[in-house]
C-alpha cells in the first residue's frame, strides 16, 4: 500500500537554527511528493513538490527538499528558522500520474526565541 | 484571483444528523477533492470530483457522498452523522487534474 511516514511528531529548534524535517515514503514507483504548512486554523499552504529530475527542489519561504531514492526519503530543510515557521508540515506523495494525495501524520514545529 | 473558499467555517451537529459543506475553487480550477483532517493527524482523500464527475474515492462509506456543479464548485454531504466524523473538512481545487492542489481554509465539523 502506498503511504508517507513522518517518524517525528513534535520537533523544538532555536530561532536562528538550522531544520530537517523527515520523510519516508512507500510507493510501488517514484510517486509525486510535496510539502504542505499549516498554521493554525489555516488550510495548506504548498511549500515544494518533486515530479522528476533534478533531485534538490526549491520551495517559498527558503525551503528546500532533497529527494533520495536510495533511501525512500523526502526531508525538508531550512538553513536559519525563524519564529514564523512555527506551524505543523506535512510531507504528501501521489501515485505518477494521479494526484490524490496521501499524507503523512504531520510534524509540529516549534520555534524558541 | 480568488482562492478556495469554504462554508460554513464551523459547524457543531449532533450523531445521526446530515451536513452538507461547501466549496468554491478558484478561479479557472475544474477538479475538487474533499480531505478529512482529524486531530492530530494529516488529512485524508475522500473524493474528487472532475468536470461534474466522481473521479476516484478513498476509503469512506457510502454515507459520504458529493456533487460539483457546472461552476465548479462542489458540496460535500455526509448522511448519519457519527461522532468520529467530527474533524476538519479541507477542500482543494486544481487544474485538469494538475499536480499542485490549492487548499481553502477548512470546515471544522462537530458532532456531539
Known amino acids: 500500500a502506498q503511504s508517507v511516514t513522518q517518524p517525528d511528531i513534535h520537533i523544538t529548534v532555536s530561532e536562528g537554527a538550522s531544520l530537517e524535517l523527515r520523510c519516508n515514503y512507500s510507493?510501488?514507483?517514484?510517486?509525486?511528493l510535496f510539502w504542505y504548512v499549516q498554521s493554525p486554523g489555516q488550510g495548506l499552504q504548498l511549500l515544494l513538490k518533486?515530479?522528476?529530475?533534478?533531485?534538490l527542489v526549491q520551495g517559498i519561504k527558503g525551503f528546500e527538499a532533497e529527494f533520495k531514492r536510495s533511501q525512500s526519503s523526502f526531508n525538508l530543510r531550512k538553513p536559519s528558522v525563524h519564529w514564523s515557521d512555527a506551524a505543523e508540515y506535512f510531507c504528501a506523495g501521489a501515485r505518477g500520474g494521479g494526484n490524490k494525495l496521501t499524507f503523512g501524520t504531520g510534524t509540529q514545529l516549534k520555534v524558541e526565541l | 484571483e480568488t482562492g478556495v473558499t469554504q462554508s460554513p467555517t464551523h459547524l457543531i451537529k449532533t450523531r445521526g444528523q446530515q451536513v452538507t459543506l461547501r466549496c468554491s475553487s478558484q478561479?479557472?480550477?475544474?477538479?475538487v477533492s474533499w480531505y478529512q483532517q482529524a486531530l492530530g493527524q494529516g488529512p485524508q482523500f475522500i473524493f474528487q470530483?472532475?468536470?461534474?464527475?466522481?473521479?476516484g474515492r478513498g476509503n469512506f462509506p457510502p454515507r459520504f457522498s458529493g456533487l460539483q456543479f457546472p461552476n465548479y464548485s462542489s458540496e460535500l454531504n455526509v448522511n448519519a452523522l457519527e461522532l468520529d466524523d467530527s474533524a476538519l473538512y479541507l477542500c482543494?481545487?486544481?487544474?485538469?487534474?494538475?499536480?499542485?492542489?490549492?487548499f481553502g481554509p477548512g470546515t471544522r465539523l462537530t458532532v456531539t
Open positions: 482543494a481545487s486544481s487544474f485538469e487534474g494538475a499536480y499542485e492542489q490549492y
Open positions: 510507493y510501488g514507483a517514484t510517486p509525486y
Open positions: 470530483y472532475y468536470r461534474e464527475e466522481e473521479n
Open positions: 478561479s479557472g480550477h475544474n477538479t
Open positions: 518533486y515530479f522528476s529530475g533534478d533531485t
